[in-house]
């Protein structure tokens, strides 16, 4: 039984050098996929990483390869298409998807790379790799945010309820309605992390935390809305990990993690000497307080007055794939999200079966039972042996 691990450290290489920006009107493409499919590989070892403490090889390599900039405008680029090019595509008059998994994969991978950075933003050196790009993503959890507070008045996230006559298009907006709130939470994380380092900010960025956006002010707004819990049936519940879950009693009196991040952001922004000093206004300081984000009105001056012809040629040569293709994509998907993968990075982890600690081995025999080390595994054997042969037998006789 050995630790489980998705990447062997050369192949994690290999896919972050390989991370590259792409156009609009290849999002969804096959060279996009096979990249989105990297990413996902790349998202879950990273979790994996961080979860067994094994050090941070992802966050290294993003670092070292300077690909946390493509990172960040991988994100606006798929946030720019939901918003410009999504809508004008579900209006076309052809289009008729017979399966809409291609463009939840598109949908999804907005979700995935803020994951990512989530994951690996919680080392300073990230944010400083991201050097001027960090205003955009400055701007990017500020639209998230500011999009939570506009929704909290709605009581969070759309239930996940299934409805016969719905159509599949329908389904898949009410999906990413409610993935858009689980993306809120993870830039209200990333942006938490960016405060972290605010000795180290430039003068651009700290200025488009506290004068343009004031985020201190925002940040109040969503402790006061408090978005992420409700009352249902009378039982407190906190949005976390995906999900809406009923908080006992005797936890009420905790701060949620959410909660958590905003304070930390909070303190961040109000208490460190470097967000409250008087900057001296010379022409230098001057142009570095004037920078402004780059990524998103690049992309919109690229591509302004085009929403309707990217829409119709993604329509022609993206989501109309042959069933073969379909089959094809499928089986990429599948090796891609592995069960055993998905399980251990799952917010409710396995337990060790003889120690009950946090588990990241499996007994690779009968696949039944979880370690968290091979000395636990062996004090178990005497008790968990008979029923792992009979397991075993019980697979291979199927």
Same mark, same amino acid.
Request: aromatic share 12%; with cysteine.
């Given at each position: 039984m050995g630790d489980l691990e998705l990447l062997l450290p050369g192949e994690a290489a290999v896919l972050v050098r390989g991370l590259r920006s792409f156009p609009l009107r290849e999002i969804g493409s096959g060279g996009w996929n096979q990249q989105h499919e990297n990413l996902e590989k790349l998202n879950m070892q990273a979790i994996l990483d961080a979860t067994a403490s094994q050090g941070e090889p992802i966050q290294e390599l993003l670092v070292t390869h300077g690909k946390i900039p493509t990172l960040v405008e991988e994100l606006i680029a798929v946030e720019m298409w939901k918003q410009k090019v999504f809508p004008v595509l579900c209006r076309l008059e052809d289009f008729k998807?017979?399966?809409? @998994?291609?463009?939840?994969? &598109?949908?999804?991978?907005?979700?995935?790379?803020?994951?990512?950075?989530?994951?690996? @933003?919680?080392?300073?050196? &990230?944010?400083?790799?991201?050097e001027d790009t960090v205003l955009d993503l400055i701007d990017y959890c500020h639209r998230k945010l500011t999009l939570l507070v506009a929704r909290s008045s709605r009581g969070g996230p759309p239930e996940e309820e299934e409805c016969q006559s719905s159509t599949p298009m329908q389904e898949l907006q009410k999906q990413a309605e409610l993935m858009e709130f689980e993306i809120a939470s993870k830039a209200l994380s990333v942006l938490r992390y960016i405060t972290d380092c605010v000795d180290s900010l430039s003068l651009s960025t700290l200025n488009r935390m506290l004068s343009t956006h004031d985020l201190p002010c925002l940040l109040v707004e969503l402790l006061e809305h408090n978005p992420w819990s409700r009352r249902e049936g009378g039982k407190l519940q906190q949005f976390e990990g995906g999900r809406w879950q009923t908080v006992a009693p005797s936890e009420q009196q905790k701060l949620s993690k959410l909660d958590g991040q905003v304070w930390i952001a909070l303190y961040n922004l109000l208490l460190s000497h470097e967000a409250r000093a008087r900057y001296c206004f010379t022409s230098f300081a001057k142009g570095q307080l004037l920078k402004i984000p780059e990524i998103w009105e690049r992309l919109e001056r690229e591509n302004r007055g085009k929403w309707q012809a990217i829409a119709k040629y993604q329509l022609r040569h993206v989501?109309?794939?042959?069933?073969?293709?379909?089959?094809?994509?499928?089986?990429?998907?599948?090796?891609t999200y592995r069960l055993d993968v998905l399980e251990a990075i799952a917010p409710e982890r396995p337990r060790c079966a003889y120690c009950s600690a946090v588990a990241s081995k499996r007994c690779s025999r009968c696949q039944n039972e979880w370690y968290c080390c091979r000395e636990c595994q062996v004090k178990h054997w005497e008790k968990h042996g008979k029923a792992c042969v009979l397991a075993a037998q019980g697979d291979r006789a199927k």
């Open positions: 998807p017979q399966n809409t @998994f291609p463009i939840y994969m &598109v949908v999804h991978h907005e979700a995935s790379i803020i994951n990512l950075l989530e994951t690996v @933003f919680f080392h300073k050196e &990230v944010c400083e790799s991201a989501f109309s794939p042959s069933e073969q293709d379909l089959r094809l994509q499928a089986r990429r998907w599948a090796e």
